[in-house]
């Protein structure tokens, strides 16, 4: 169950990363 929690925060954060950098290559390129 541990296991399980950490490796959906690890997504969770990648996912949130990936918007955050395409969120901000969307506002430098506009």
């Known amino acids: 169950m541990e296991?399980?929690?950490k490796f959906a925060?690890?997504?969770t954060a990648v996912v949130?990363?990936?918007i955050l950098?395409?969120?901000i290559?969307?506002?430098t390129s506009a």
């Open 3 to 5: 296991f399980n929690l």
């Open 25 to 27: 290559t969307a506002i």
């Open 16 to 18: 949130f990363a990936i």
């Open 9 to 11: 925060l690890l997504i």
């Open 21 to 23: 950098g395409f969120g």
